[in-house]
């Protein structure tokens, strides 16, 4: 791999965890909430233990992939092996659909938040700034973007357990059961995607493989013990929030409104201390650090991603190039930001998670798809850790991933059908300019 397009490796275990809760810990913050919306607490609470499972057999089964194959493209490199090159660049575009698309509804809430400390600033030129912002920081170098995410990760996390703190002393039981569970099983179905939303882009700690130190040890250290804090957070958080006022008060910012707020965890506090005191202020200042965690991190995530297609010409070359000063992928950053400030103003927050999610779903059923296969097709490929207990964790994670893809596509036929559309436009061009790629001697193996 030549100079211009090969990754530095900076990263340890320590900073892999702080990416991976990074990726993921917006989830806490807000989305997850529109769920209850769909299901009330107990719809949300039964589809989020489904998930839970889902993301305990997924990251287990996608940590032999990561280790086994090292590379910036995740899930594209891995199917690309074990299928062929047809399901490779389709898991990779459904890869950078939930990386390119979920940071849009990030930005959204972090303009949501700091909305509340700008009033005169509006939510959509904030996330716009703070796309800016973050893609620059992408653009200087790793090393030092993943130093910030490990440090807002700590800040965010330490949030969450002072929300929950704050949050416990005015908890009670009947807050839970009131309206619990308004939609029936339905609801359950249609709180799929939030809760998923819970832990969306967990997965994009593999797209840094290559740029750990010593991938074989580090991947597995980094995604499991970002798993473990994430699903105590998960529960924390839900149990705290809902508990003080019901599900209704941190989905609806008045009593009697329709419209949905991005910011469920100041509605929760606002119950407890008011929406002018110091405590107040001082929480959802930290808090806003976990949204900037998520966002940073999956910007930083995206990069990698489309920084491999690129590599390999499956889209435009330039994309596949690395800073020769910095080291990162500057071109597929700035790219992405501009596809996500279009995303970011031609969507709603709701839409935008249920896209991210398709992208997202799509990518585990073929990662587990492809593990079953290369287990199968090259069983002696070096495999520094195995999955435990398989093939039951893939088996497993692929059946919840099918299971959640039908209830989303059920209900969510017109978001579903400009998913499928932009699968079908980039898949139609893939083939079109394969020819073209064989001529300049791009579409070649890609592993040795």
Not at 61 to 74: D, F, K, N, Q, V
Not at 224 to 230: E, N, V
Not at 331 to 342: E, F, S
Request: contains cysteine; glycine residues 10%.
């Amino acid at each position: 791999m030549d100079q211009q397009t090969s990754l530095t490796r900076t990263l340890g275990p320590l900073m892999l965890w702080g990416l991976g809760v990074g990726y993921v810990i917006s989830g806490m913050y807000f989305g997850w909430n529109l769920g209850l919306a769909k299901g009330g607490t107990l719809g949300l609470a039964i589809a989020t233990a489904a998930v839970i499972v889902l993301y305990i057999t997924f990251t287990f089964s996608y940590t032999e992939l990561a280790c086994a194959i090292p590379r910036a493209g995740g899930v594209f490199d891995y199917a690309t092996r074990g299928l062929n090159r047809d399901w490779g660049f389709v898991a990779g575009m459904a890869q950078l659909i939930e990386f390119v698309v979920g940071p849009p509804a990030i930005a959204a809430a972090i303009g949501a938040y700091f909305h509340i400390f700008l009033p005169g600033v509006p939510v959509t030129v904030i996330a716009i700034g703070a796309y800016f912002i973050f893609t620059a920081l992408n653009i200087y170098g790793v090393k030092a973007a993943a130093g910030f995410e490990l440090v807002v990760t700590i800040l965010a996390v330490a949030e969450l357990l002072l929300f929950s703190g704050v949050c416990f002393p005015h908890f009670s039981w009947k807050n839970l059961d009131r309206n619990a569970f308004p939609h029936g099983w339905t609801g359950v179905w249609a709180a799929v995607p939030f809760a998923i939303w819970f832990f969306l882009g967990l997965e994009g700690v593999a797209n840094v493989a290559e740029e750990a130190k010593r991938p074989q040890r580090d991947v597995l250290l980094g995604f499991g013990s970002a798993l473990f804090t994430l699903i105590i957070l998960c529960v924390l958080v839900f149990v705290a929030a809902v508990g003080v006022a019901g599900w209704e008060a941190i989905v609806y910012p008045v009593p009697g409104a329709t419209d949905t707020s991005d910011s469920p965890l100041p509605l929760a506090l606002g119950k407890i201390t008011g929406t002018s005191g110091w405590v107040y202020h001082m929480l959802i200042t930290i808090g806003l650090m976990g949204l900037v965690a998520s966002f940073h991190g999956l910007v930083l995530a995206a990069g990698r991603a489309t920084l491999e297609f690129g590599r390999v010409r499956y889209l435009p070359a330039v994309l596949g190039r690395v800073h020769k000063r910095r080291g990162t992928p500057a071109t597929a950053l700035l790219a992405n930001m501009v596809i996500g400030i279009v995303v970011l103003v031609l969507f709603r927050t709701e839409d935008i998670i249920t896209i991210s999610v398709f992208g997202a779903l799509t990518l585990y059923v073929l990662s587990m798809v492809t593990l079953l296969v290369l287990r199968r097709k090259e069983p002696e490929l070096v495999r520094p850790f195995r999955v435990p207990w398989y093939p039951v964790f893939p088996v497993v994670a692929l059946a919840i991933a099918a299971v959640c893809l039908v209830a989303m596509v059920s209900l969510n036929i017109k978001l579903f059908l400009i998913y499928f559309c932009v699968l079908l436009v980039s898949y139609i061009w893939f083939r079109l300019t394969a020819s073209g790629r064989r001529e300049r001697g791009a579409d070649i193996k890609i592993y040795e």
